[in-house]
């Protein structure tokens, strides 16, 4: 079974520039989660969609961070513009349901905004 | 605020010896608790977890031990082996299965 899929898995912009992230979850999960991992703490929930419906966006910031989960397959997190504070990792991750099944994570994308 | 803390940003334990990992919380609204590893430029990957109505939960060399007084968690590797060298991560569930968690111990085992 193919795990979670991110790309890219390095980007480097320069601040004011906008990017994006894409994440294809395993097949059948209905659940994705972005998380955001600062440098030496633990992935923060941004956003978690069942299926097509963002049902827990609390804390994405929404002036400059969207998402789509487009046909409720794979997804695009997008930051425009970025802020040198948004340097970090960019986790997916994905679940057969929101129902504490285990969340399987992606390899990341690390995002450095210079 | 944090509510998932991992005091020991690092820990080092010779192969064969018991690793012993520590995490507390502070929301007692939390009822469902998780541990992860990760492996450099990985994913987090599921390990153990156990539910507050159990205070011990054991998997092979892996086992979680829970004290909701203390609101205290902690994963007893033995025997630690060099392949276990990584950064664990603590992790609970609320009631509205948001996952918090902590900020992560890299354990170091060493041959």
């Known amino acids: 079974e193919a795990g979670v899929v991110q790309s890219p898995r390095y980007k480097i912009i320069e601040k004011k520039q906008p990017v994006a992230f894409w994440c294809n979850p395993i097949?059948?999960?209905?659940?994705l989660y972005w998380y955001r991992q600062n440098l030496g703490q633990g992935p923060e929930l941004l956003i978690r969609?069942?299926?097509?419906?963002?049902?827990?966006d609390s804390q994405l910031p929404k002036d400059r961070f969207s998402a789509e989960r487009l046909k409720g397959v794979d997804s695009t997190l997008k930051i425009q513009p970025a802020e040198l504070g948004d340097s970090a990792v960019y986790l997916c991750a994905s679940s057969r349901t929101a129902s504490r099944d285990t969340q399987y994570f992606g390899p990341g994308t690390r995002l450095t905004v210079l | 605020d944090q509510q998932v803390k991992q005091n020991s940003p690092s820990l080092s334990v010779q192969e064969g010896r018991i690793s012993i990992l520590n995490c507390d919380y502070t929301n007692s609204m939390f009822d469902y608790f998780l541990w992860y590893k990760k492996y450099p430029a990985e994913g987090p990957t599921f390990l153990i977890s156990?539910?507050?109505?159990?205070d011990k939960n054991e998997d092979g060399r892996f086992t979680v031990f829970l004290n909701k007084s203390a609101k205290h968690l902690s994963l007893h590797i033995v025997p630690s082996q060099p392949g276990d060298s990584a950064v664990y991560f603590c992790?609970?569930?609320?009631?509205?299965?948001?996952?918090?968690f902590g900020g992560g111990t890299r354990l170091m085992v060493k041959p």
């Open positions: 992790a609970a569930y609320n009631a509205g299965n948001m996952l918090t």
């Open positions: 097949s059948g999960h209905n659940t």
């Open positions: 969609y069942e299926n097509e419906e963002a049902v827990d």
């Open positions: 156990i539910s507050s109505i159990k």
